[in-house]
């Protein structure tokens, strides 16, 4: 045995800085990965976060132990175990969608696409080791969970009494449960902020645009989805959203970031006093219609103190009176808004092309015809609240050409336009939220997660970060959301970071295999 592979590690709550300290006392990459690996082993077939190993990830480790011996430059994330959602495309390895009918291992057909996603090969640049892929819902299509996948059930890390959090639900146990240290996650209407609040992480929903998600299975990629970072603290995080982030040819809205990033990066800026003299508005009717249960309210105003004692000053619903929650079309009563869902046909029809020309299905009209048995916007399918926009069944009969979309973008410019004012009239410098509007249901229930700012922070395209804030009186995960401006990741990072560090509130659990 080598005095490298013989060096001890213990992969529980470990951080990038302890990757590096262990690298620094003569750790490989590969034994790094083979720890993480056989923590997978032991605990997945319970939790079922990861459903699609990557067979090179030992390889590719032993490839970061020789560039580093051989004194090759190395990216920043060189050596780092990640895993990401199922829906980021890896070549050669499937993109399922959580569906049966989309895995041959369920007995449905492989999508495998011939080049990787454009944050996949961006964590690959950086020299993460990627261990597999995550499980999601079928299309992910639920905020709440990953009941319906083929893969089976996602456990809850934090608390497998509660639902995990969805649509990243695999990302987000994956992180929590310590079989990666840093997970991708991708967001249309809250899947990274609800895994991440759900399981006490730390989550990044970035301002629509500046992350590319080219390659990634859509929902609505052209108006709402975006890819960011979860992981178990803010400098993790910070230092993974310096690598997604920034202009990609693949992706010509990313153009919009261009100038926005901070030029140390995210991770070189945390300031552990940010939140001193910082004006923040607080979650009320002017928001949302939707109250607080008693059972988050408690715990919010523990939040509040503990704010205040960093120095913030705590304005109490700013947007009363605004208009703003009045923007909401939501269909039911959870509060969700799909506007931007118009655009799905058309770019997953362009998803599905970028596959390569080997790819199964390769247009929509394609996977129409493939999943024909389930369809997804029928009366029973899991996408058959969408078919109420009419511009998306428009887009369904006619998927190439470009969707309506004034819906949309009406309610994104009036959400915008009422953000700024309110913004500048009370001279905030951001919100924070409760992540939940009440505790997190029961594992198996019929409830769904009750969020305070997933449908209005997808459509007008904001910026959030979500951090652990404890528990409530019932012993369930609570979170915080911070929420600012376009573009403003950098500051909501520093809140964030001030707010950890002062409380230390994320608990390790511990698994169960």
């Known amino acids: 045995m080598t005095i490298a592979a013989s060096i001890a590690i213990d992969p529980v709550e470990m951080t990038v800085a302890d990757v590096q300290a262990a690298f620094a006392r003569g750790a490989t990459a590969e034994a790094l990965a083979q720890a993480f690996l056989d923590r997978i082993a032991r605990y997945n077939p319970r939790y079922v976060a990861v459903i699609t190993p990557n067979p090179d990830a030992l390889r590719e480790a032993r490839e970061i132990d020789r560039r580093r011996a051989a004194g090759e430059a190395i990216g920043p994330l060189a050596g780092v175990p990640v895993v990401v959602k199922d829906t980021m495309d890896m070549a050669g390895l499937p993109s399922t969608g959580g569906w049966r009918l989309l895995s041959a291992r369920a007995g449905g057909i492989d999508l495998i696409p011939a080049t990787d996603s454009t944050v996949v090969a961006r964590m690959r640049a950086a020299g993460a080791v990627i261990l597999g892929k995550t499980n999601v819902p079928v299309l992910s299509a639920s905020g709440s969970h990953a009941d319906d996948s083929w893969a089976g059930a996602t456990l809850n890390a934090a608390d497998p009494g509660r639902k995990p959090g969805g649509s990243s ?59 960011g970072p979860i992981a178990r603290c803010v400098r993790d995080a910070a230092l993974t959203l310096d690598v997604l982030a920034g202009f990609s040819p693949e992706d010509p809205k990313t153009v919009a ?88 046909p058309y770019d997953l029809d362009r998803y599905l092309k970028r596959l390569g020309p080997d790819a199964a299905i390769r247009s929509f009209d394609a996977f129409e015809a493939a999943v024909a048995a389930e369809d997804p916007f029928g009366p029973d399918g899991v996408l058959s609240d969408l078919a109420d926009l009419p511009a998306l069944r ?34 905030l410098d951001g919100l924070v939220f409760p992540q939940m509007r009440t505790e997190l249901p029961l594992a198996g229930s019929a409830e769904t997660i009750q969020e305070t700012a997933v449908s209005e922070i997808n459509i007008a395209g904001l910026p959030g970060v979500t951090v652990p804030a404890g528990r409530t009186a019932s012993g369930v995960p609570f979170g915080l959301i911070f929420i600012g401006p376009m573009w403003s990741e950098a500051a909501l990072l520093s809140f964030a970071f001030d707010y950890e560090s002062a409380t230390r509130h994320r608990r390790p659990p511990t698994l169960v295999a």
């Open 394 to 427: 428009a887009s369904l009969a006619d998927p190439l050409a470009p969707p309506d979309l004034s819906e949309f973008l009406a309610a994104k410019e009036a959400y915008l336009a009422i953000f700024a004012e309110v913004m500048a009239r009370h001279r």
């Open 257 to 344: 970031g261009i100038g926005h990033r901070p030029r140390a990066g995210y991770a070189a800026g945390l300031d552990a006093a940010a939140l001193n003299g910082k004006r923040l508005g607080l979650y009320g009717p002017g928001w949302r219609h939707q109250p607080l249960s008693a059972g988050m309210a408690a715990p919010y105003r523990r939040a509040i103190g503990e704010l205040a004692a960093r120095g913030a000053v705590l304005v109490d619903d700013p947007f009363a009176g605004s208009g703003f929650a009045d923007i909401a079309r939501p269909l039911s009563a959870d509060g969700y808004d799909p506007r931007g869902s118009e655009s799905l």
């Open 169 to 227: 639900a695999g990302t987000a146990t994956a992180v929590a449960g310590s079989l990666a240290v840093l997970g991708l996650a991708e967001e249309t209407g809250g899947s990274i902020q609800n895994p991440a609040a759900a399981q006490d992480l730390v989550g990044i929903k970035p301002s629509f645009g500046l992350v590319p998600n080219a390659g990634v299975m859509p929902l609505a990629g052209s108006t709402r989805d975006v890819v």
